[in-house]
């Protein structure tokens, strides 16, 4: 089972780990992974290329464990408010259609958000 974990920081969506392989099918085969790996390489050049702005990421293979997080999405970090809004857009959107998804993969992937200040 692959678990999401989704960081807001006062209501606004800012990042987000993953970790575990979903096991929907053998490595190589499994369109669920290739999905996640797909949406999440996704929202890291969209922030990093289209909107310019700095984003974090560690990719570990050993643990299957992915942590993405972008300071442009948060007022004390980007003034701009429309490139706030964006990053923050992207990592929103994440989570609704990971929650979509978990409607009918709910044994492959858990979806879950905390309010975490960003560290």
């Given amino acids: 089972m692959t ?15 993953e970790q575990g392989h ?3 099918a053998d490595a190589g085969e499994d369109i ?3 999905a996640l790996s797909a949406m999440t390489m996704l929202i890291i050049n969209t922030v990093e290329v289209a909107y310019a702005s700095d984003v974090e990421y560690d990719i570990s293979e050993d643990d ?14 980007e ?6 809004y964006a990053v923050s857009g992207l990592f929103m959107s ?3 259609q990971l929650n979509d998804m978990v409607e ?3 044994k492959f992937l858990e ?3 905390i309010e975490k200040d960003y560290e």
């Fill in 3 to 17: 678990k999401i974990i989704f960081y807001k920081s006062n209501g606004t969506f800012y990042g987000f780990e």
């Fill in 94 to 96: 994440y989570f609704y």
């Fill in 64 to 77: 299957t464990k992915i942590t993405v997080r972008s300071k442009a999405a948060l007022p004390e970090y």
């Fill in 22 to 24: 979903t096991g929907y």
């Fill in 104 to 106: 009918e993969y709910y």
């Fill in 79 to 84: 003034e701009d408010e429309r490139k706030r």
């Fill in 32 to 34: 669920l992974c290739s």
């Fill in 111 to 113: 979806v879950d958000v």
